[in-house]
């Protein structure tokens, strides 16, 4: 059973930083994609951004700039950098990875950490 494992969420101030980790119990047969997701109350969940396994790096519009998305796949964990923090950040923020279960032919499982809460407030 694959988990994936959140940490470093809590309260800012605006135009603060944080830093979340999200680390994959096991790979089985390695991670591909890995990313980052955030649902504010009363809205739909959404991506954030996103990091394929080569370390290429896609974001949302919002975050540009702002945020910054890595791995170690030797440690199976994926990181979000957030600077110049906006109170519209605020949300749980939620880690996927797509956890490789064959290769031949390719297949695929997507898991889902638990949430961590970002509140960004004065």
């Known amino acids: 059973q694959v988990q994936l494992v959140e940490s470093g969420g809590g309260l800012v101030q605006p135009g603060g930083s944080l830093r979340l980790s999200c680390s994959a119990s096991?790979?089985?047969?390695?991670?591909?994609?890995m990313g980052w997701y955030r649902q504010a109350p009363g809205k739909q969940r959404e991506l954030v951004a996103t990091v394929t396994s080569g370390g290429s790096p896609y974001y949302e519009d919002s975050v540009k700039d702002r945020f910054t998305i890595s791995r170690d796949n030797a440690k199976n964990t994926v990181y979000l950098q957030m600077n110049s923090l906006k109170p519209e950040d605020t949300a749980v923020y939620y880690c996927?990875?797509?956890?490789?279960?064959?290769?031949?032919?390719?297949?695929?499982?997507?898991?889902w950490g638990q949430g961590t809460q970002v509140t960004v407030s004065s």
């Open positions: 996927n990875a797509a956890i490789i279960v064959t290769r031949i032919p390719y297949d695929a499982r997507y898991y």
């Open positions: 096991t790979s089985i047969l390695g991670i591909n994609t």
